[in-house]
DNA sequence: GGGGTGGATTCATCTGATGATTGCGCCTAC
DNA sequence: GTAGGCGCAATCATCAGATGAATCCACCCC
């Protein structure tokens, strides 16, 4: 095992044992170091890869604290990785996030009593976009797309999913649909979205899947989300 | 931009436009360093960051290299992380495990005609737990289990849900199941399920499953994997 | 032709030093 | 007495150089 192995494990034991809790912070790199019997430059890869992990967050000229440790935190580095996968398994990779999205209406439609800010803001997102499109100057399926209302869609898209998320009440599962749905994959897509003229029907779906969530009808914002973003691989398929 | 990152970013960049594929070698460290204008010491952080994150290996004495970028491979950190979750958000976590694997079991049953090999490993798990429980000295739902025993039952599990996973034949849909189920995970809970005696009843709800998956038949499939999991859900949720 | 051996290459690790940033206590001015 | 500014100490960030360990590969001997 090598030393910068042995400072992961040696964090990460600290942390599952007790000994280091969230926002505690950590030794100094010296004494941290001695501790763990290593020099203070495979600390420093170690405590690195903890860093770029979301583990730990070193602050320069304060310390290096352990973080909240929360699932969104953790799961972002999952981003990087979906977007490596390139377009080898990328269609393996919207399956997954058609699943977890599906089921993401169903506990939103579910807690829809509950939830009333996070669906506020999914209202919000949609009401967004469907200014976005009205307002444009080009129509509806013309190539020469206004960039910055291409831009304004992904950012309404990106925005309505999320609320979902959040009024599904489960972090983890947010977490996940939002690694998995990274920025650059949506971006791709809402290309080929918008290339076909179909950024309008998109808009439909997802006031579809909104209306079956605030009735609280989990059965159909379920089947309506699953449509939605079958709809979506069939672009993957086809322009993808 | 700390210069690790810039190293980061300047890696995946080079994966991402073409000029690293998997399997490539990088330039040396000190080529490496030169390119990206960082001292070899940032340079190592950043390429072990990465190589923590699955991205790249380095060997010495031979070099680094980008790894094959499978799924299994990217997604392994999450496993560290879920674990760093504890307590707190493990229902949640189980929660989005039970999603996934209702999944798997009914792409599973899908595939069932061209899964064969894998679906006879499931069936081998099965036949190995089986033989555990009735070849084991003390009765059911005694308070003295053989460590062994439960060792092998949980072994048995493990290569259960595994295989299942690779008769699904969506590799990312595997690898996220494989990350959250976590061996540790996974032991507390058997834990949890030999104590109160229903480790005979996992056996059967996992026979249920998998005659579901052999038949081809979907939804039984779906339906039979979801309710097993509820029931370790439940173990969660009164001894977890 | 096959196997062993040596050198060259490359990563692994350590040590020491310097700069940048932050936090905090003290000190001064009002 | 209080508020604001200043300086010092602590800490991380980064660099440079040197040594050890593992691997690869070509060469040589048999």
């Given at each position: 095992m090598s030393r910068t192995d042995r400072v992961v494990d040696g964090i990460t034991a600290m942390i599952l044992d007790g000994s280091l809790a969230p926002g505690d912070r950590l030794p100094v790199e010296k004494d941290l170091a001695a501790t763990l019997g290593v020099s203070r430059g495979s600390?420093?890869?170690?405590?690195?890869?903890?860093?770029?992990?979301?583990?730990?967050?070193?602050?320069?000229?304060?310390?290096?604290?352990?973080?909240?440790?929360?699932?969104?935190?953790?799961?972002?580095?999952?981003?990087?990785?979906?977007?490596?996968?390139?377009?080898?398994?990328?269609?393996?990779?919207?399956?997954?996030?058609?699943?977890?999205?599906?089921?993401?209406?169903?506990?939103a439609a579910s807690n829809a009593a509950g939830a009333g800010e996070a669906l506020a803001r999914a209202r919000a997102a949609l009401d967004s976009s469907a200014a976005t499109l009205a307002a444009r100057t080009s129509p509806a399926g013309g190539a020469a797309e206004d960039p910055a209302d291409h831009e304004a869609l992904l950012e309404a898209d990106i925005a309505f999913h999320r609320a979902l998320a959040e009024?599904?009440?489960?972090?983890?599962?947010?977490?996940?649909?939002?690694?998995?749905?990274?920025?650059?994959?949506?971006?791709?897509?809402w290309r080929g979205i918008a290339q076909a003229g179909a950024d309008e029907r998109t808009q439909d779906e997802h006031e579809a899947v909104l209306d079956a969530v605030l009735a609280g009808d989990t059965e159909r914002a379920r089947v309506r989300m699953a449509a939605h973003l079958l709809e979506v691989e069939d672009f993957l398929r086809a322009h993808g």
């Open positions: 600390l420093r890869e170690g405590v690195r890869a903890l860093s770029v992990l979301g583990v730990v967050d070193s602050r320069q000229g304060d310390g290096t604290y352990v973080t909240s440790l929360d699932p969104s935190l953790l799961v972002a580095p999952l981003g990087l990785v979906v977007e490596l996968q390139g377009a080898g398994h990328a269609l393996h990779v919207h399956t997954v996030r058609r699943m977890l999205e599906t089921e993401v209406a169903g506990l009024a599904a009440a489960n972090p983890v599962l947010g977490a996940l649909v939002e690694a998995l749905a990274g920025r650059t994959a949506r971006h791709r897509l």
